[in-house]
């Protein structure tokens, strides 16, 4: 709750305001559709987003993340923040390069040859 709040709390009221907009339309279809959704935001919001879900993780403790062996094996893990790339390579600048930035090691004769320019096609 803490961490998402101020998250929350700003895109709940952009969204509101903008879905209540549409009550002061004149048509008679778009009024309803406009409150429905701008109640629906409020309720998931405010309701949903910081009372029920925070209270639920802090009554189940470590067993709200708990998830069955057999799904975690049918469930593709995807991992968009790059966790795993994190803790499979080692930390910057533990492997005695100066300047903090992990390289690959490059073969001399593989990229560059004492002229600078790049090697001929081998056959």
Do not use: C, N
Request: aromatic share 8%; glycine share 8%.
């Amino acid at each position: 709750l803490h961490a998402g709040r101020a998250v929350v709390t700003a895109a709940a009221i952009i969204m509101i305001s903008v879905f209540a907009g549409f009550i002061f339309s004149d048509s008679s279809t778009i009024k309803p559709i406009g409150f429905g959704l701008a109640f629906g935001v409020l309720i998931d919001a405010f309701v949903v987003r910081m009372l029920l879900i925070p209270s639920a993780m802090h009554l189940l403790g470590k067993s709200a993340w708990w998830f069955p062996k057999w799904l975690d094996r049918i469930v593709p893990d995807v991992d968009v923040e790059g966790a795993k790339l994190e803790r499979s390579h080692p930390v910057a600048g533990h492997e005695g390069t100066h300047t903090g930035t992990h390289a690959l090691p490059v073969e001399p004769d593989a990229t560059t040859h004492d002229s600078g320019h790049p090697p001929a096609h081998r056959a």
